[in-house]
């Protein structure tokens, strides 16, 4: 995942920087295109910060304002993130050679990255996606 990673970083000239004792384990800075990340990290929290972040990057940098407007629109685009997030570590696992589609769990996928169940469907439709995409010859392995 960290050849991807560091692709999306280089596709949206995205900076990282790691601090200490920060309020929170990432934030998206969109004046100066930089994600800054708590430094006490776990690898594996960390990667997941990192695309969450690059989510808000991804799809909120021009339009960063909105973010404080309104608690709806702060919420969407939170969702939007961890939607980017989540399929992008579908992503890897799907091109990962080891991988059995018929084998994947959706709760344990989301137990292995400590996330909210309530991304179960989220995954769920991802996964139907891409498998869908492949059996239609999108996906290359």
Known sequence: MDAKINEIISQLNVSVVRK????????????????????SLSERKE????????GHAAKHMKNYELYNLTFSLRSKMEQE??????????ETRL???DFSPEAFNSINFLES?????????????????????????????
Do not use: C, R
């Open 95 to 97: 091109y990962d050679p």
């Open 47 to 54: 990667k997941v910060t990192l695309l969450h972040e690059l």
């Open 81 to 90: 993130a961890e939607e980017f997030m989540i399929e992008q570590m579908i």
């Open 113 to 141: 990255y400590d996330l909210d169940f309530k991304y179960e469907p989220i995954v769920k439709q991802f996964m139907v996606q891409h498998i869908d995409d492949e059996q239609k010859g999108h996906l290359f392995f």
């Open 20 to 39: 200490e004792k920060m309020d929170a384990d990432g934030h998206y800075i969109a004046a100066i295109n930089t994600i800054v990340l708590d430094s």
